[in-house]
């Protein structure tokens, strides 16, 4: 079983960056594909970013493409989202995921890591 702890978040403001970060329990977190959901208050939960279980190939929806970077570090087992030039329509609690696919969630789950952005 794979354990995922999300870190990162906080209040930032509109046109700024933060980056997220999702630790894993352990090497095996290094051959899963991972990626990052998101959902805002009364909203179902999206899909914002994936990466390959190498890293070498990743994914964004269309909503963050170009301002959202995902990343990983095998050796720390850890995923990364920067995140930048912040919307204030994107309030949200992101979650980090393993062993999902493009756009699909896998059925590990971190405890999500809140992000307010102001105006």
């Known amino acids: 079983q794979v354990q995922l702890v999300e870190s990162g978040g906080g209040l930032v403001q509109a046109g700024g960056s933060l980056r997220l970060s999702c630790a894993g329990s352990?090497?095996?977190?290094?051959?899963?594909?991972a990626g990052w959901f998101r959902q805002a208050p009364g909203k179902e939960r999206e899909f914002a970013a994936a990466?390959?279980?190498?890293?070498?190939?990743?994914y964004y929806a269309d909503s963050v493409k170009g301002r959202f970077t995902i990343s990983r570090d095998n050796d720390k087992n850890t995923v990364y989202l920067q995140m930048n030039s912040m919307k204030p329509g994107e309030p949200a609690v992101y979650y980090c995921?393993?062993?999902?696919?493009?756009?699909?969630?896998?059925?590990?789950w971190g405890q999500g890591t809140q992000v307010t952005v102001s105006s």
């Open positions: 995921n393993a062993g999902g696919g493009w756009g699909y969630p896998g059925d590990y």
């Open positions: 352990g090497r095996t977190f290094s051959s899963y594909a």
């Open positions: 990466i390959s279980w190498s890293g070498e190939r990743a």
